[in-house]
């Protein structure tokens, strides 16, 4: 297998799923090549700007860590939650503790904001980095479409929109270690590599071993289904990078497995991992610590 043949198998399962799910669909999805540049395998509407959603929050945490980086911040500061400024009925668990103030470090904030996706940790992080300055520090990186939303009070924002291309090359920039430091670039990979998070889409039919080689987040809302993340290669190298991002597909009111697009993205999952199982990734390996049930104790 070539990069060049990877990629074409990749283009194929896209194109059939994608037209399956029916709807909307902006994507762009590439094949490393350590000889070179990476293989496009997909680019629809690529550079359409479109709403993020939640695939936003790896943008939200590369800020937050750019920070971190620079000694502005620390892991294991700690930030209170208040009955106030959680998210009622949103997604993750600060909604569900029914306890209040309570009082949670950063690298606690951070964990729930990329792996169960908590809405109520976009708002711990907006209390350490204000939305001008996340939108500052994206510009400065070099993804100007790669934005949130600003509201009137400074501390709290939309996730705003992106690109697939501004997604896909984040996350790219990330994996190269020209994001951020490799101590919080290992961080935030071992987030998205992590068990716990999104298995609904291009993980659901894997084994734990499988799901430990993709780096992954979803975002819903409304009538929007995404997903973006990176493959690596048996020595923890990234082999593809892919940003999905559709809408309009039936059943917006499920937000569930079955929806088209999740499927859809589902049945690409084990496609793109066979297409690039056989190639080397290119750039720096990172290698996951082995995951293992415990049963207290």
């Known amino acids: 297998t070539t990069p060049a043949q990877a990629a074409r198998r990749v283009a194929a399962s896209y194109t059939r799923r994608s037209t399956e799910a029916g709807g909307n669909w902006q994507a762009y999805v590439s094949v490393a090549d350590p000889a070179g540049s990476p293989v496009v395998a997909v680019a629809a509407e690529a550079d359409r700007r479109i709403e993020a959603y939640s695939v936003n929050k790896i943008a939200v945490a590369t800020a937050v860590l750019d920070k971190v980086d620079r000694g502005l911040l620390t892991l294991d500061q700690r930030v209170e939650v208040t009955a106030a400024i959680v998210v009622p009925g949103g997604d993750g668990i ?7 103030p309570s009082s949670v470090t950063l690298g606690h904030v951070l964990a729930n904001l ?11 992080c907006g209390l350490v980095c204000p939305a001008a300055e996340i939108n500052a520090i994206l510009v400065g990186k070099g ?18 929109t992106s690109t697939p291309r501004e997604t896909h090359d984040l996350l790219r920039a990330l994996v190269a270690g020209t994001l951020l430091s490799p101590a919080s670039t290992t961080f935030l990979l071992g987030l998205l590599r992590s068990p716990v998070a999104f298995t609904d889409g291009i993980r659901r039919t894997m084994s734990s071993d499988e799901r430990a080689r993709i780096a992954t987040k979803a975002g819903w809302f409304a009538d929007a289904r995404h997903e973006a993340g990176v493959i690596f290669d048996r020595s923890g ?17 499920n937000f569930g497995a079955t929806h088209p697009a999740v499927q859809a993205r589902a049945a690409m999952g084990p496609r793109f991992l066979a297409a690039v199982d056989r190639l080397a990734g290119a750039g720096t390996s990172y290698r996951m610590a082995a995951r293992r049930p415990s049963n207290g104790g």
């Open 237 to 253: 190298a990234a082999v593809l990078t892919y940003a999905l991002f559709a809408d309009g597909q039936a059943d917006p009111d």
């Open 114 to 124: 990329l792996t169960v996706s908590d809405d109520t940790a976009v708002r711990l």
């Open 143 to 160: 993804f100007p479409n790669t934005q949130v939303e600003p509201v009137a009070n400074p501390n709290r924002f939309f996730l705003g």
């Open 94 to 100: 600060f909604s569900l503790d029914g306890a209040y």
